[in-house]
């Protein structure tokens, strides 16, 4: 019953923005975070709220993430968008409060939404 729902995928040439989006139907989370995975590769952090906000180094300065009051929606603001951003970006959650970047500390997850970034 508990679901996640992605949004706002799509394309856009290189320094454009994307604004993706994740929607919990059923219940409300503690901790919610964005993994994404390019073709070829492992699945790699992201960014994640919880009691505070985390970043991976390699889109620091550049996406922004955020969550309403209910805690039911979450949402990824993607700037100066590079070629090497493109991948299926997932919505994660957990009941926990948690900053942690491996995709185990997570219980529930998304279908995933496609980014792709022209050069």
């Known amino acids: 019953q508990v679901r996640l729902i992605e949004a706002g995928g799509g394309l856009v040439q290189a320094g454009g923005s994307l604004r993706l989006s994740c929607a919990a139907a059923?219940?409300?989370?503690?901790?919610m975070a964005w993994f994404r995975q390019a073709p070829g590769k492992e699945r790699e952090f992201v960014a994640v709220?919880?009691?505070?906000?985390v970043y991976a180094d390699s889109v620091k300065g550049r996406f922004t993430i955020s969550r309403d009051n209910t805690k039911k929606t979450m949402y990824l603001q993607m700037n100066s968008l590079e070629p090497e951003d493109t991948a299926v970006y997932y919505c994660?959650?957990?009941?926990?409060?948690?900053?942690?970047?491996?995709?185990?500390?997570?219980?529930?997850w998304g279908q995933g939404t496609q980014v792709t970034v022209s050069s």
């Open positions: 994660a959650a957990t009941a926990d409060f948690t900053v942690q970047t491996f995709r185990g500390a997570y219980d529930y």
């Open positions: 059923g219940r409300a989370f503690n901790t």
């Open positions: 709220v919880s009691f505070t906000t």
